[in-house]
C-alpha cells in the first residue's frame, strides 16, 4: 500500500475523469488518475467529434482524449494505467486497490464511464471482431464496399449508419419498432442516405461459418422469421454504466446509474460521480466534462468542510 493519502483519486480517465483532474490540481489538491487503457474513454471510439466547441473542424476523439490527460497532467495531476479492482468507499480515507497497489484518498469521482449493450444473442462474443462491431468509427473502414446491418434505433445506430453509409456497399438499419427514438436532423440525415430501414424487426440468432455471414430476423408484429445476409453487424443499442465495483457502497438506479445530481455528490460523503456513468438526461463529451470541474469544485468544498 502506497503511505501518500492524495486530495483526490479519479477512477476513469474519460472527459469527465481528466477534467476533475485538470480542475484538482489546479486548486492545488493532490490528484491521481487511475485508468485502464487510454485517455478519453469511450471517445476514443468516435472519429470525429463536432460538438465539442473550440474546435471548428471537429477533432478526433483519441486526440482530445490525450489533450485532456495533457492539461491535468501540466498542473501536476499524476496518472497510472491500472484497473481497479475494489474499492472501500466509506470512511474519511478511502481505498482503492488495483492488481498491484492499493491508493489512499479524502475523496473519489467516480468516472468510469458506460460500456456498449450486448444483444445477448447466443455466439455474439465468439463473432466480435469476426463480422460483429460495437463501434462503426473504429471498424467501419474494414467494412468498406460490403454489406452490413446497424441493429437499434437511437442517435448511436444513426450515426453508425450514416457514417456507413459512406464507406460501405450496402447498409441497413434493423430496428424493434416502426419509429426511431434518434433526434430528428439524425433522422433527416438518415433517411436521405440510401440506408435501408428494416423495422419492427429483432435479432433472433447469428448466421455464420467462421465468420458472421448474417442473421435472423424475428418481425416483432407477426412473429414471422427471415434471413438477412450481411458481412458485418454493428450493434448499437444503448449502454450500460461501468459501476459494478461500487454496488453496495453508492447508491444506484434501477439501470445501475450513480445516482448524483448536478453537485455529482453521491450517497457517499467525499464521494463524487462524474460523466456518463451518473444519472442525467445528455450524455455527452461536454456534459462530462462539466460534471468533471462540478466533481472537483464539490470535492474541495467537501474537504474546506473536514478542516474547518
Ligand atoms: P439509446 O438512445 O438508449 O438507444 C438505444 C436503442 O437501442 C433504442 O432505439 C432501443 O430501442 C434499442 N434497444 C435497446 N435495447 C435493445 C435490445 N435488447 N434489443 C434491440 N434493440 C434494443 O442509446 P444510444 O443510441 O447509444 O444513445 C445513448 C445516449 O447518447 C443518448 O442519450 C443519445 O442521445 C446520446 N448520443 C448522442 C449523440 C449526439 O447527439 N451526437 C450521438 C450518439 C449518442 P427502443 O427505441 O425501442 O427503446
Not at 39 to 66: C, K, R, S, V
Not at 178 to 203: C, H, P
Request: glycine share 12%; proline share 2%; net charge neutral.
Amino acid at each position: 500500500m502506497e503511505d501518500k493519502i492524495y486530495d483526490m483519486i479519479v477512477i476513469g480517465g474519460g472527459p469527465a475523469g481528466y477534467t476533475a483532474a485538470l480542475y484538482a490540481a489546479r486548486s492545488g489538491l493532490s490528484t491521481l488518475v487511475l485508468e485502464k487503457l487510454t485517455a478519453g474513454g469511450q471517445m476514443t471510439n468516435t472519429e470525429q467529434i463536432d460538438n465539442y466547441p473550440g474546435f471548428p473542424e471537429g477533432i478526433g476523439g483519441f486526440e482530445l482524449g490525450e489533450r485532456m490527460q495533457k492539461a491535468a497532467l501540466r498542473f501536476g495531476a499524476e496518472n497510472q494505467f491500472a484497473e481497479v479492482k475494489s474499492a472501500e468507499l466509506a470512511g474519511q480515507v478511502k481505498r482503492i486497490r488495483t492488481r498491484k497497489k492499493e491508493f489512499q484518498a479524502r475523496t473519489v469521482v467516480l468516472a468510469t464511464g458506460a460500456y456498449p449493450r450486448k444483444t445477448g444473442v447466443e455466439g455474439e462474443d465468439r463473432l466480435v471482431g469476426r463480422g460483429v462491431a460495437y463501434c462503426a468509427a473504429c471498424d467501419g473502414m474494414f467494412y468498406k464496399d460490403k454489406t452490413v446491418a446497424v441493429y437499434g434505433g437511437g442517435n448511436s445506430a444513426v450515426e453508425d449508419a450514416l457514417l456507413l453509409s459512406r464507406i460501405c456497399k450496402k447498409v441497413y438499419l434493423i430496428h424493434r419498432r416502426d419509429a426511431l427514438r434518434a433526434t430528428k436532423v439524425y433522422q433527416d440525415a438518415l433517411f436521405q442516405s440510401g440506408v435501408e430501414m428494416v423495422w419492427n424487426s429483432r435479432i433472433t440468432s447469428f448466421l455464420s461459418d467462421k465468420r458472421l455471414t448474417g442473421v435472423e430476423l424475428e418481425d416483432t408484429k407477426t412473429g414471422e422469421k427471415r434471413e438477412l445476409l450481411l458481412d458485418g453487424l454493428f450493434v448499437a443499442i444503448g449502454r450500460i454504466p461501468d459501476t459494478k465495483l461500487f454496488a453496495g457502497q453508492v447508491d444506484m438506479d434501477e439501470a445501475g446509474y450513480l445516482i448524483a445530481d448536478e453537485t455529482t455528490r453521491t450517497s457517499l460523503p467525499g464521494v463524487f460521480a462524474a460523466g456518463d456513468a451518473r444519472t442525467k438526461q445528455l450524455r455527452q463529451v461536454i456534459t462530462a466534462a462539466s460534471d468533471g470541474a462540478m466533481a472537483a469544485w464539490s470535492a474541495e468544498g467537501y474537504l474546506a468542510e473536514q478542516h474547518s
